[in-house]
């Protein structure tokens, strides 16, 4: 059995990234992220006895509706050039950071381009650190299916990123 804290620990990048996908915005996805762990431990009884498949994909259909929701209820378009929130300390000097910053927020800007069935498998990969059988099970997918979508993405983000750097 499993405690609030591990899962929080292993799981809360996960419900962030799902979160940033859908609302494109760094607070919202915090937001979002705190009211999935609120109501993950609300029902702890029941997921600390999920094994890893299960609990990852409640977690992903909870973060992922409690996004939609939000979007319906503002009813507006969000614009994309905010930097996500980063959960890690760099070690990097200011001026490594604000160049870290500004490639994290072309990089954004260009996955927030792609048509959702190439940008939801590079979030989950990339940001959330799931691998391909993972991104398979949880969107229903085959594994193969996963990889062409991976890369297709990566070819159309080399093509935007190139386009916006002027290349």
């Given at each position: 059995?499993?405690?609030?804290?591990s899962i929080?620990?292993?799981?809360?990048?996960?419900?962030?990234?799902?979160?940033?996908?859908?609302?494109?915005?760094?607070?919202?996805?915090?937001?979002?992220?705190?009211?999935v762990?609120?109501?993950?431990?609300?029902?702890?009884?029941?997921?600390?006895?999920?094994?890893?498949?299960?609990?990852?994909?409640?977690?992903?259909?909870?973060?992922?509706?409690?996004?939609?929701?939000?979007?319906?209820?503002?009813?507006?378009?969000?614009?994309?050039?905010?930097?996500?929130?980063?959960?890690?300390?760099?070690?990097?000097?200011?001026?490594?950071?604000?160049?870290?910053?500004?490639?994290?927020?072309?990089?954004?800007?260009?996955?927030?381009?792609?048509?959702?069935?190439?940008?939801?498998?590079?979030?989950?990969?990339?940001?959330?650190?799931?691998?391909?059988?993972?991104?398979?099970?949880?969107?229903?997918?085959?594994?193969?299916?996963?990889?062409?979508?991976?890369?297709?993405?990566?070819?159309?983000?080399?093509?935007?990123?190139?386009?916006?750097?002027?290349?």
């Open positions: 059995m499993r405690d609030f804290d929080y620990e292993q799981y809360s990048r996960l419900v962030y990234w799902v979160a940033y996908n859908v609302v494109k915005n760094g607070d919202e996805a915090l937001d979002i992220t705190q009211e762990f609120l109501r993950a431990l609300d029902k702890m009884s029941v997921i600390s006895k999920y094994n890893e498949v299960q609990l990852k994909g409640w977690l992903y259909r909870v973060a992922r509706n409690a996004s939609l929701d939000l979007i319906r209820k503002r009813k507006r378009e969000t614009l994309y050039d905010e930097t996500p929130f980063d959960l890690a300390d760099t070690g990097l000097t200011p001026l490594e950071q604000i160049l870290d910053d500004e490639k994290k927020r072309l990089l954004m800007q260009a996955v927030s381009k792609l048509s959702d069935i190439y940008r939801e498998p590079i979030m989950l990969h990339y940001f959330s650190g799931m691998n391909y059988s993972e991104i398979a099970d949880l969107l229903n997918l085959t594994e193969g299916t996963i990889k062409s979508r991976m890369s297709r993405a990566r070819t159309q983000l080399m093509e935007l990123m190139g386009e916006e750097n002027g290349f």
